[in-house]
Every structure is written in C-alpha cells, then in structure tokens.
C-alpha cells in the first residue's frame, strides 16, 4: 500500500509500505477514505521528537472496513467508520471508562511509530470495538474526522477549564483544536472568549465565531479588559514554554489553565510558587475520544454545535510534502488538511 512516511525532519514522502496485518480476532483493517494531518504530525516533521526508524504518519482517519477479526462484534466489513485517535486496549477497567487514557496496559497513538499510521491506504487497528464506531448519520466526513481528535480535544480543552456561565475565556492557539475549543467555551456558557493567534487571518476566522481576537502575549490586553483581575480560564491549545508562560499570566486567581497543547521533550521551568500563590488550578488533558462521541454527534447531528469552516485544504495522499508543508507554515490560508487516498 502507500503511506505517508518520514525519516527525517523537514519532509515526508508517500512512498510503499508494508499492507497492515490484522492484529488478531479483536481487530480490524479500514481502508482509509479520508485522513487528516494534526498540528501535532508536525512534532516528527520539526525534529521535536526523535526519529529511529521510519515512521507512518497520521492519527485521524475514517474508512471502510475490509477485513475484521472473528470476535468484532459492533462493525463489519462494508461499514464506514470512524477511527480514534488514542487507541486502548477495549478490555480493561481503564478502557471501560471510554477514555483509551486510562488503559491499563497503556494507550497509543496512531501514527507514532507503534501503531500503524492513519495517512495510508489501509490501516490496522486494534480492538476494533472500542476504536471504531460505525459512521453516524447526518455526520459529514469533515466533522468525522474532527471527531477522531481535534474537536474532542477542544471540546475537553472547555469542559476541563472550569468555564464559569458567563466567564471569562482565552484560547491561546487558533489552529483547529483552537477554533473547536473557541466554538466549545462559547456553547459551555463562556461570555467572552478572547482568541490569541499572532497570524491575523487566524484570529479573524475566531473573530467569526464570536470571539474578541487579541495577538500575542495575552496577559496585558486580557489583564486590561478585566479591569487587573485576569481571565476565569485560559484554554493553552499550544502548549510551548511561551504559551504555557503566557496562560499562566492572564489567568486570574483561583482561575484555571486547560493544557491540550503538545509540549516537545524538554522539560518546563514551572512557576510552582506563581501557581500556588495564585489558587490555580492547572489541567492536562489527552482527549478521553471515545468518551465524547455520545455528547459530541448528537450536537453535530442537530446543528446546536458548529465546526464548518475548520478544513481550508483538500488535498490528494499523494501530496501529502505539499501538506505538511502548509501546515508547518501555520498560514492563515492553510489551517486543516484532508489527505484522500
Ligand atoms: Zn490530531
Ligand atoms: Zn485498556
């Protein structure tokens, strides 16, 4: 089959790669349909994370199922599916939760170098019961595909941060997990959600949705429009040093700091003595996906929560280097890319 793979920083290629095999009776392979590249695909392709081997790119995909295992009980080969993200194993008191994080023996990630990746032809995934859910009704393939992890990160981004009805809420980061999180504190009863992006055009598609766009650092404007006291909730869809620094100034006292930014390997200067003069309470969160598919597609389905106009590229699998690329350049233009096989 082809994938998209990368052994070095800077590029990727498309390129054969072995065909998946099925990873036992609880699992399946889905030919993928449609996939989409993640600001955190880019942590291989800017050296963030090391590389061994070649890895297989991708973590959010849907597709066909063509191949299931003899005891997958809830999809069948034909079925149109959804794929997490996060992958646990289906089995365990953690995974009965819904929330792969929980694991007992450990959750992964498409597309990291131990499951196969999701920007592919095909790809194995196992404990197909748990991973896959067949494809709502009335659910588009653009919402689909945020639903394997962007809008499930936002919209645990919001839940997680502690939104007061009629609080006060800045989202640092205005990729697609920013926007979704934007679109999520506003639902969750957030007044006022200031938007922090240094790329204007990015700030003007929140500005769309209702929020007060600002540039960054945050602090001062916010600090200034709450007349000293700072923000109830800061969402740090980022999550580098500089928005984490910046998160941690402009939330008020007693506030909340939403983490679902993914940090490179080195280790942060937390400011433990800010944070606990402060009251603050400070989250990390890994979208528990499963979890949010019963909340999430009923209001997708009914129209009550909007995630158009978070896709701006559509791109063939084949020009997946014209993709990563675009994305690495965190334009206003180019803020999510679906690959299609
Ligand atoms: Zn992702
Ligand atoms: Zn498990």
Redesign the pocket.
Same mark, same amino acid.
Not at 38 to 41: Q, R, V
């Given at each position: 089959m082809r994938a998209v793979l990368i052994d070095t920083p800077g590029s990727v290629r498309v390129d054969s790669w072995p065909d998946p095999v099925l990873p036992g009776p609880t699992g399946a392979i889905v030919a993928v349909t449609a996939a989409a590249i993640?600001? =955190? &695909?880019l942590h291989f392709y800017e050296g963030d994370y090391p590389l061994f081997q070649p890895v297989s790119l991708g973590?959010?995909a849907v597709g066909n199922v063509v191949e299931v295992g003899s005891e997958v009980r809830s999809v069948k080969v034909g079925d149109h599916v959804i794929v997490s =993200?996060v992958a646990g194993c289906g089995a365990c008191a953690g995974c009965a939760t819904k929330d792969p994080i929980q694991c007992a023996s450990g959750a992964q990630v498409f597309g990291s170098g131990v499951l196969g990746g999701a920007q592919a032809e095909l790809m194995a995934v196992p404990a197909a019961d748990f991973q896959l859910l067949k494809m709502p009704e009335n659910i588009s393939t653009e919402q689909a595909l945020l639903l394997t &992890?962007?809008l499930a990160t936002g919209w645990s981004a919001a839940q997680r941060a502690d939104i007061p009805l009629g609080g006060t809420v800045v989202v640092i980061g205005l990729g697609a997990v920013g926007l979704c999180a934007v679109r999520a504190a506003l639902f969750l009863g957030a007044a006022r959600v200031f938007a922090v992006d240094p790329v204007a055009q990015r700030r003007e598609r929140a500005t769309k949705l209702g929020a007060t766009a600002i540039a960054p650092a945050a602090a001062q404007a916010v600090l200034a429009a709450t007349g000293g006291i700072g923000a109830d909730s800061v969402i740090d869809a980022v999550g580098n040093d500089t928005t984490l620094d910046d998160a941690l100034a402009t939330v008020r006292a007693r506030g909340t700091v939403s983490v679902v930014g993914v940090h490179n390997l080195n280790p942060y200067p937390f400011p433990a003595l800010t944070g606990l003069l402060k009251s603050l309470t400070f989250r990390m969160t890994t979208a528990p996906v499963q979890q949010t598919w019963p909340e999430l597609i009923p209001l997708l389905q009914h129209g009550r929560l909007n995630v158009d106009d978070i896709f701006t590229t559509n791109l063939s699998l084949d020009q997946a280097a014209e993709g990563y690329a675009a994305v690495a350049a965190r334009s206003g233009a180019h803020v999510k890319v679906i690959l299609t096989p």
């Open positions: 993640c600001g =955190s &695909d973590h959010e =993200s &992890d962007n």
